[in-house]
């Protein structure tokens, strides 16, 4: 089966500037948010860490789960996702 989540990242608040709103992510997400420069670049990563924790609280996991092979890539057991952005989406 194939899910597409999708989500508006333009109107998120910075997590530079609020960063409460990263409250209930992963530190490896937060951490990864943080590393951008760029105001659009740090909320188009929390729009995917969003996303990412909704389908998995959605198939009853959770990001604790998820585990970074050595190429980079997060897995998760059982699963199998990509994250890809296009504009504000």
């Known amino acids: 089966m194939v899910k597409c989540h ?45 996303l990412i924790r909704d389908a998995l609280i959605e198939q009853g996991k959770s990001q604790e789960d998820i585990v970074i092979t050595n190429s980079g890539r997060p897995t998760i057991e059982g699963m199998d996702f990509n994250v890809s952005h296009s504009g504000r989406l």
């Open 6 to 50: 999708i989500r508006e990242c333009e109107s998120l608040e910075d997590p530079m500037k609020s960063p409460e709103i990263m409250s209930d992510l992963s530190d490896i997400r937060r951490e990864a948010i943080m590393k951008y420069k760029m105001e659009a670049d740090r909320k188009r990563s929390l729009a995917a860490g969003l």
